[in-house]
């Protein structure tokens, strides 16, 4: 999995000068069939999303339910929702919605399950 993150927050932050500054981060991360790995991933989301704010975060709640839902709140007011949901008879999948003060941008992907395992 850390090839794969690597790869998605430089893939999504070259992209990022285009909007910035950002204002929210939707992330919806659909990669395991594994429950007990949902909340490393959700993890790793909400730190990817600090980073594209450039922000850390002020308050942070959590709801699980078919998944983790995180809703983070950061200290210059932007916010990110963070999903992390099983994959189950569905292929892995990303999907990242960024809104800026200039623009959108939207990054989908369908990650190799072998990335995801390492």
């Known amino acids: 999995m850390n090839a794969y993150l690597t790869w998605l927050e430089q893939s999504v932050a070259a992209r990022l000068a285009e ?6 981060v939707r992330a919806h991360l659909q990669w395991t069939t594994d429950a ?3 909340e490393a991933i959700s993890e790793a989301g909400c730190a990817m999303a600090g980073r ?3 922000a850390k975060p ?3 709640d959590a709801m699980r339910g078919g998944g983790l839902q995180v809703l983070l709140e950061f200290e210059r007011g932007q916010t ?4 992390s949901e099983l994959a189950l008879n569905v292929e ?3 999907q990242i919605l960024i809104v800026g003060q200039h623009g ?3 990054f989908d992907d369908f990650p190799e ?3 995801l395992a390492k």
């Open 19 to 24: 909007v910035a500054p950002v204002v929210f």
């Open 36 to 38: 007990g790995r949902l």
């Open 52 to 54: 594209w704010v450039n």
């Open 58 to 60: 002020a308050r942070r």
């Open 80 to 83: 990110a929702m963070v999903s």
């Open 92 to 94: 892995p999948q990303t």
């Open 104 to 106: 959108t941008v939207r």
């Open 113 to 115: 399950p072998e990335w």
